[in-house]
């Protein structure tokens, strides 16, 4: 049984830091592409943020760059989200997501095969 494990959201001011965690277990680390998701209330759910498990290609969506950075832990099978100069529109629930790595194409809500709980990331004014 696959199993994806988010912790570190919270409430922060604008301009401030958070560090997401994602916790990965029951298969084999190096066999999926690993990613981040948000929805916001009464929007839909948005890619933000995918590295791969078996190397270290990463990507993000044009909002984030510069501010977000993916990263992992083969060791402890974690995948991080850090987030930097946050802004109120990165309010949102984050969702950590698995694709199978030779599902063609980018991630999108349709080709995640597994996500996480979620995690509440609130940004104020």
């Known amino acids: 049984q696959v199993q994806l494990v988010e912790s570190g959201g919270g409430l922060v001011q604008a301009g401030g830091s958070l560090r997401l965690s994602c916790v990965v277990s029951?298969?084999?680390?190096?066999?999926?592409?690993m990613g981040w998701f948000r929805q916001a209330p009464g929007k839909e759910r948005e890619f933000v943020a995918t590295?791969?498990?078996?190397?270290?290609?990463?990507a993000y969506t044009e909002s984030v760059k510069g501010r977000f950075t993916i990263s992992k832990s083969n060791v402890k099978k974690t995948i991080y989200l850090q987030m930097n100069t946050l802004k109120p529109e990165d309010t949102a629930v984050y969702y950590c997501?698995?694709?199978?790595?030779?599902?063609?194409?980018?991630?999108?809500?349709?080709?995640?095969?597994?996500w996480g709980q979620g995690t509440q990331v609130t940004v104020s004014s």
């Open positions: 997501a698995a694709q199978f790595r030779f599902t063609a194409g980018a991630m999108t809500t349709r080709s995640v095969n597994y």
């Open positions: 029951g298969y084999g680390f190096s066999s999926y592409k």
């Open positions: 590295i791969n498990g078996y190397d270290n290609w990463t």
